[in-house]
């Protein structure tokens, strides 16, 4: 079967949607693409997928109508030339614009498996309770023993583990549903669910870490208004979520930064390295903000990048050390010099 080769797209200020044709579920997919303008006056009606590129497949085949008119999407994996850097770099920065202009974000889980139909629906009748008590910690929820493993297997897919899916939730309208097999779930309840699961310790007392952090990232978002949201706040909250390219790691976040962040001037460029990027990442910053508690996200790391360069592509090992004011406040005097050095004032103390 041969590739398929996108045709550049016009001019800037343009994306790509996809129509995914009616059929029924074993039918060939079959989708048509055109490029569309995007801009402040305008914008195409469309849906944004949110999903794990191995399910694609099965996704559309759950999306489409049996009969009727196509369903229009914006997929990243279609629309974008993924051969093209200049083009993806492009179109990586836009995602933040097409996710938050969609009139609808779809975010899908995968097919049904491991009772999920039914932890759809408890996610569901969950988020739709009125009760007080439920945000209560000392209230049980009221779930049997095979609700809670239903519910656990569904927080479990590798849908919660993309680093990208944080961004696309996060700036999805109230539109945005959650998929799973035939399931649908407005995203307002299911968050409203999933924060009522974190809030009982008894849920998650004793299992893994990955699934804790599924559902801290969620509970910390809601809670920190986007323009207070620091780029080396993500960087940390992040580092265990899973994205093919590290460069991704500070792309896939961009997003969402606040304005004192967003004024660093960092843009999706796949020409660079993961080097170059976290280096300039860096001093970006460095320069930008004044203070030196980036150092706090900095680990030893092995190979040839400045040991004053948080490593974005490994997760921290040990939580960073509470603020301390041994200076008394003073400003610290350092300089970044052409070759990217990082020079500090300091005075010894005590030698260990």
């Known amino acids: 079967m041969s590739t398929y080769k996108h045709p550049p797209l016009p001019v800037s200020g343009y994306i790509r949607i996809a129509t995914l044709q009616a059929g029924n579920f074993q039918d060939d997919i079959v989708i048509s693409i055109e490029p569309a ?16 590129t191995r399910n694609l497949a099965v996704a559309l085949r759950h999306l489409r109508s049996p009969v009727g008119q196509g369903r229009v999407l914006w997929i990243d994996a279609i629309c974008i030339d993924q051969a093209n850097d200049d083009e993806k770099g492009v179109q990586v920065a836009l995602m933040g614009e097409i996710f938050k202009r969609a009139w609808r974000v779809v975010a899908w889980l995968g097919p049904q498996e491991n009772d999920s139909d039914h932890a759809m629906d408890c996610m569901l009748h969950l988020g739709s309770d009125r009760c007080p008590t439920l945000a209560d910690r000392d209230v049980n929820l009221p779930w049997s023993a095979r609700e809670l493993t239903a ?37 307002t309840v299911f968050r409203t669910a999933w924060l009522a699961v974190f809030r009982k310790p008894s849920i998650y007392f004793g299992l893994d870490k990955e699934f804790y952090n599924r559902l801290e ?44 962040d ?30 030196l508690n980036i150092i706090l996200h900095c680990e030893f790391q092995e190979g ?8 974005w592509s490994t997760p921290l090992r040990s939580s960073m050390p509470p603020d301390t004011f041994a200076s008394s406040q003073l400003q610290a005097w350092f300089q970044v010099t052409e070759s990217r050095v990082l020079r500090v004032a300091w005075v010894s103390t005590s030698s260990v």
């Open 37 to 52: 303008e995007f801009s402040e006056e305008v914008v195409p009606q469309y849906e944004a997928l949110s999903y794990v």
């Open 151 to 187: 519910v656990y297997h569904l927080l479990c897919r590798t849908w919660f583990e993309r680093l990208w899916i944080r961004q696309e939730v996060f700036l999805a309208n109230p539109q945005a549903i959650i998929k799973c097999g035939s399931r649908e779930v407005l995203w």
């Open 217 to 260: 990232f969620l509970r910390w978002f809601i809670y920190h208004p986007q323009s207070t949201i620091r780029l080396m706040e993500l960087r940390d909250l992040n580092d265990n979520a899973f994205c093919v390219d590290p460069r991704d790691r500070v792309y896939g976040v961009l997003a969402m930064l606040g304005p004192a």
């Open 262 to 291: 967003k004024a660093l001037g960092i843009t999706p460029d796949y020409s660079r390295t993961m080097k170059e990027l976290y280096e300039d990442v860096a001093t970006r910053w460095t320069i930008q903000h004044a203070p």
């Open 304 to 311: 040839q990048r400045p040991s004053s360069v948080p490593d």
